[in-house]
């Protein structure tokens, strides 16, 4: 599903579908900027510690509300806690879905997976880039 594209293929192709997560570092990103860590966390300190993972679409749906369409959502460590066990590539592309924006990765790129933190720290995830909807943009 998912696939590798060059940064330049993005601006020639209408015809690319999926979420644009942007890996590396070195592209300058043109649009308004969401970052999600400080927002998002102040919102789920309101909430019981039970309900947070409940309500962290909710809460992650409402805080994006004013982004405008094809935004760059950057910052979003805050996800990856451990304690909220989710799947962070799968929430942001149910996001997408209803308002589409590009994705700043914070990790790396590594045999066709998106990587996050180092192996054997709690919060490591690894995602196969051809398990979800998304352009993996390099």
Avoid at 11 to 18: D, N, R
Avoid at 105 to 123: H, K
């Amino acid at each position: 599903m998912g696939r590798i594209v060059k940064y330049r293929e993005i601006a020639k192709s209408q015809k690319l579908s999926g979420m644009q997560v942007y890996c590396g570092g070195f592209h300058t990103l043109e649009g308004a900027r969401f970052s999600v860590n400080k927002p998002l966390a102040e919102a789920l300190l309101k909430i019981a510690s039970s309900a947070r993972t409940m309500q962290l679409d909710r809460c992650l749906h409402d805080l994006m509300q004013n982004l405008p369409t094809d935004g760059v959502v950057e910052d979003i460590d805050v996800l990856f806690s451990p304690v909220l066990k989710i799947d962070v590539l799968t929430l942001l592309i149910s996001l997408w879905k209803s308002k589409p924006f590009r994705l700043k990765w914070p990790g790396s790129l590594m045999n066709n997976a998106l990587v996050y933190s180092e192996e054997g720290r709690s919060d490591y995830r690894m995602f196969p880039i051809e398990d979800y909807d998304i352009l993996c943009v390099i």
